[in-house]
Structure formats: structure tokens, C-alpha cells
């Protein structure tokens, strides 16, 4: 009767840490860079904007000048820009979160 005592209280507290890192996600999509290189200050895009999938959110300098370094992947309000222009990023990491439109 204890053992079943013990896995209730597993189980719920599982499902109420779960329930609150879905909440405190918000539904927001992570957009991975592509490119590795410094943020370039043109094609920036500005929190709090809208933008529709495939977009450029933000640039990289290259030698052959400003490359695009992340697209956005789904349509929707900029919610998070995780990096500043100057900044070094790599392919791969997490520069800015969508929340899809509707």
C-alpha cells in the first residue's frame, strides 16, 4: 500500500513539473542559426515584430559580405532576440524564439 502511495506521488509530481515547463514555454518556437560568424547590425530583425516564415532574422559579415544566418521557421510575433549585433554565434544555437500566429 505504501509502494502505491509512492508512485501516485511520482506520478504527480511528474506530470505538475511538466505541466508548468509547458506553461513557461508558452509555445514558443526556438530558431536555430545556420551559419556561424558575427551578427551583422543590417537585417536585425526587432523583438515584438511580426514575421512570416522564411523571413531573415538576422545576418552574419562574411567575405563576401552579409549572409543570412537564421530564417524564421514558422510565422508569427518575435518574442525573444537572444543575440546583439558584434555577437559571435554558431551554427546550431538558439538566437531567437517565435510565438506562431494563430
Known amino acids: 500500500m505504501l509502494q502505491r502511495k509512492w ?10 513539473v511538466f505541466a508548468q515547463w509547458g506553461y513557461a ?9 545556420t551559419l556561424s560568424g558575427k551578427v551583422s547590425a543590417k537585417g536585425f530583425a526587432a523583438q515584438g515584430g511580426s514575421i512570416r516564415e522564411g523571413q531573415p532574422l538576422l545576418l552574419v559579415e562574411s567575405v563576401a559580405g552579409a549572409a543570412v544566418a537564421a530564417r524564421a521557421t514558422v510565422s508569427g510575433i518575435i518574442a525573444d532576440i537572444l543575440v546583439k549585433p558584434g555577437d559571435m ?14
Open 89 to 102: 554565434i554558431k551554427s546550431g544555437q538558439i538566437d531567437a524564439r517565435i510565438k506562431p500566429s494563430a
Open 7 to 16: 508512485v501516485i506521488g511520482i506520478t504527480a509530481a511528474f506530470l505538475l
Open 25 to 33: 514555454a508558452g509555445g514558443l518556437v526556438d530558431q536555430p542559426s
